[in-house]
Nanobody, 122 residues
Framework: QVQLVESGGGLVQAGGSLRLSCAAS????????MGWFRQAPGKEREFVAA???????TYADSVKGRFTISRDNAKNTVYLQMNSLKPEDTAVYYC????????????????WGQGTQVTVSS
């Protein structure tokens, strides 16, 4: 069992930046594929970014070039650097861990954090 705790959310103006962190306990993060997802009010949870155990990454088209996912296995933490934020990025952001292969599908992820709110004002 792995426990995930997100932090770093907040209110930012359009064009600004935030860095989200996802700290893990209970297991070593290096054993997992890690993903970031988001859910806006009234919408389904959607994929944002994922990173493999070896550091390979993939992004949703909507955030490509603006967001960067990274991992620090020594700190058991995954990050999501978000630049050039837009109002449409407003959502609750969740990190998730998965024991299989790199995937963008939420139901494939085994463990989830509680989420952190990101609000981008125009």
């Amino acid at each position: 069992q792995v426990q995930l705790v997100e932090s770093g959310g907040g209110l930012v103006q359009a064009g600004g930046s935030l860095r989200l962190s996802c700290a893990a306990s209970g297991r070593t993060l290096s054993n997992y594929v890690m993903g970031w997802f988001r859910q806006a009010p009234g919408k389904e949870r959607e994929f944002v970014a994922a990173i493999s155990r070896s550091g390979g990454s993939t992004y949703a088209d909507s955030v490509k070039g603006r967001f960067t996912i990274s991992r620090d296995n020594a700190k058991n933490t995954v990050y999501l650097q978000m630049n050039s934020l837009k109002p449409e990025d407003t959502a609750v952001y969740y990190c998730a861990a998965e024991v299989g292969v790199l995937t963008t599908i939420p139901r494939r992820y085994d463990y989830w954090g509680q989420g952190t709110q990101v609000t981008v004002s125009s």
